[in-house]
């Protein structure tokens, strides 16, 4: 039990997990997975989901949770040796999980099971594990089967790569900017860049590719030059567009590579493409489907998106004197025009959402919502900034989280939520397990002993992540492979997260989460009111912008000939979607982690359309609001009931029913973007 990787008696030892202790405690754990699986594949074993699970489902959920502790870190305290010992690891995990998914004598053995012995999840979770038999190649044989088999491998090793590289390209940029460079910058970013560059013994301020200093450099930086410079920097990282001594981080090759797999891996699964391999388990029913899904949204939105840009060129030339304005100079137009037409600034927001008061807010309309309570909890963490805590509801643990919010070295970007471990009955010990899960975002860090201010946009982040938490923590479902997050729909899995988005605009609840950095006073009613009127500023355009993101992954993974350079497919797409085209060296597939490294491959429409599913969920607590804008007990136990609760164990379209009373509807969307 010396080794941390291997006591699965309480929570991960974070603070104990050394590079060394890796190796040893996967490789004894994939031996007693093994183990369990040549014993629960003999022919006298019988075929009962209970008697599996004992054996089976408990060796493998030991292993996913030691190599996800692994994985974790990887992510989040990412050092040279760590990395090491994660990668030499990595093909003998990846190895087990394909083999496993791909056993015949288990496939066997899950068909064989009397699903009439079964209660309702369990009948589910054997439903998908058959499905997902067959996607994972258990019906091939011979070479073909190896040749599955060497695909995940391979496709493993460079989705690492992939996103090892995204991270070193933003990590290896800086550029140390004057006083002058400057101005315009908000200075508390201003402040942070100086201290950066004092720590380093330099002159001037430390500017970097990390999103709580590029963005709003981006934004208020009157300096059109020093836009240009990280612009330039920021969308050509990891590609063969960067600097002589940045070209290390390439991405073209992998990417190219992990296409030409997706695409191998589909025809050998009997499948025209990836995409249609990427939708049999989710909602949608075709490639095609979601093709004219997207293309139809986009229709929608142009009239919106042109009338966008038409403001912006006209704001630009009227009033910044910017006649031919460069794609560096839109987000620093937007923010002077929004100022202008609505009267305020995201800086001056900015001042009203301190870190700790956001969160006392969030956890606020969450206890109200769900009838639970969150509280501070202890646990061993892997660095200082991290916080624990617990939810309860009538005095019981309900779920545990983790939430880890600065940006920082070694910590990769973007904000996601992970699971340490999943709700099951324990078929070993007859015990409740609970959910635990990782809630983790890239937020700047307060400076100067101050508390770390958050733009609105960080807090619709927070309250995204932790809708997603919340699926995955409220859940009441025993049985782990169908339980939260688990087995829903990855098409439907953005509903609850979306959601939670909506009530960052609520009056009510921003009242409670706001508090002047120097005053403490809350937000006034006037500034509220006029980020409301702002709230559907550029809908059209930023709802293109999804689209085109989407649609290009879509036909990345149906129409694309993996042989081809794939930057003529972004720029059709661009040319059928965008009503802004970024430049010729512009390279934003490169660092595209989502369907290169991250699970959403032939899958990013999700986002667009699970808003739809999240818009009509929230339209229901709007019809039942009181008049002072108060919600509904009686409307949040019956989405918690009917979508959070349920989790995977039946159809989202199930639980969207259940809730609505009806299918969904893309009216509530138009409505809530202007769109209508």
């Not at 081809?564 to 512009?586: H, I, K, N, T, W």
């Not at 009806?662 to 409505?671: F, H």
């Amino acid at each position: 039990m010396s080794n941390p990787l291997l006591d699965f008696s309480d929570l991960p030892a974070f603070d104990r997990i050394t590079p060394a202790d890796v190796a040893p405690a996967i490789d004894t754990l994939l031996e007693q997975a093994n183990a369990a699986l040549e014993t629960i594949t003999a022919p006298d074993f019988p075929a009962q989901w209970q008697a599996m699970a004992q054996v089976l489902d408990v060796a493998t959920e030991k292993l996913g949770r030691a190599w996800g502790a692994v994985n974790h870190l990887n992510s989040v305290v990412d050092t040279p040796e760590l990395r090491a010992a994660y990668n030499a690891v990595l093909p003998r995990v990846t190895e087990f999980w394909t083999r496993l998914g791909a056993d015949e004598r288990m496939y066997a053995k899950y068909k064989a099971i009397d699903v009439q012995t079964l209660n309702t999840e369990q009948r589910q979770a054997v439903k998908n594990a058959v499905r997902n038999f067959v996607l994972s190649g258990a019906e091939l044989t011979g070479p073909a089967k190896e040749r599955f088999a060497q695909i995940q491998e391979r496709q493993a090793e460079l989705q690492q790569k992939f996103s090892e590289n995204a991270l070193d390209a933003t990590d290896a940029y800086a550029y140390y900017a004057s006083a002058e460079d400057l101005e315009g910058v908000p200075e508390d970013v201003q402040h942070a860049a100086r201290a950066a560059a004092q720590a380093e013994g330099k002159d001037g301020y430390k500017l970097t590719l990390r999103m709580p200093c590029y963005l709003p450099v981006m934004q208020f930086a009157r300096s059109s030059t020093l836009r240009e410079k990280l612009y330039r920097a920021y969308v050509t990282r990891a590609s063969d567009q960067a600097p002589a001594e940045a070209l290390k981080f390439d991405n073209t090759a992998f990417i190219r590579e992990i296409l030409a797999l997706r695409q191998e891996e589909a025809q050998l699964l009997g499948y025209p493409n990836f995409g249609e391999v990427s939708v049999v388990p989710k909602m949608a029913q075709s490639a095609t489907e979601v093709i004219t899904f997207l293309r139809d949204l986009a229709q929608r939105a142009r009239p919106y998106a042109e009338k966008d840009v038409a403001d912006l060129r006209a704001f630009a030339a009227d009033h910044l004197g910017l006649t031919d304005p460069q794609a560096w100079d839109w987000p620093y137009i937007a923010e002077r025009l929004k100022e202008a037409r609505y009267a305020f600034s995201e800086q001056e927001v900015r001042q009203y959402f301190l870190a700790p008061k956001v969160l006392s807010g969030l956890f606020k309309i969450i206890e109200n919502l769900f009838e639970v309570s969150i509280r501070p909890d202890k646990a061993p963490v892997w660095h200082p900034a991290v916080e624990f805590y617990r939810i309860e509801r009538a005095g019981q643990l309900v779920g545990q989280f983790y939430l880890d919010m600065p940006a920082r070295t070694g910590k990769r970007g973007g904000a996601w939520m992970d699971d340490v471990r999943t709700r099951w009955l324990r078929p070993d010990t007859g015990q409740l397990q609970t959910p635990v899960a990782h809630l983790v975002c890239n937020f700047a860090e307060g400076v100067d002993g101050k508390p770390a201010l958050l733009t609105h946009d960080d807090v619709i982040t927070l309250f995204h992540e932790f809708g997603h938490g919340l699926h995955h923590m409220l859940t009441q479902v025993n049985e782990r492979d169908v339980a939260g997050i688990a087995g829903v729909e990855w098409d439907a899995v953005e509903l609850p997260s979306q959601f939670m988005e909506n009530f960052c605009w609520e009056w009510n609840v921003l009242q409670h989460m706001t508090a002047h950095v120097e005053t403490g006073a809350p937000l006034p009613r006037a500034l509220y009111d006029k980020m409301i009127a702002a709230k559907n500023f550029q809908s059209g355009m930023q709802t293109l912008r999804q689209i085109e993101f989407s649609l290009f992954d879509m036909l990345l993974h149906t129409e694309h000939d993996p042989s081809q350079d794939f930057m003529p497919l972004l720029g059709l797409v661009r040319a059928e979607v965008a009503v802004l085209q970024p430049p010729a060296f512009s390279r934003t597939a490169h660092t595209f982690s989502h369907i290169f490294a991250g699970g959403y491959a032939a899958g990013y429409y999700s986002y667009k359309w699970a808003e739809v599913l999240s818009a009509d969920a929230y339209a229901a607590f709007e019809e039942t609001a009181s008049p002072d804008g108060a919600h509904s007990p009686d409307t949040g136990r019956r989405y918690r009931e009917a979508i959070l609760e349920a989790g995977g164990s039946r159809s989202a379209m199930e639980s969207f029913k259940a809730f609505r009373g009806r299918e969904p509807s893309l009216d509530a969307l138009l409505r809530h973007q202007g769109m209508a």
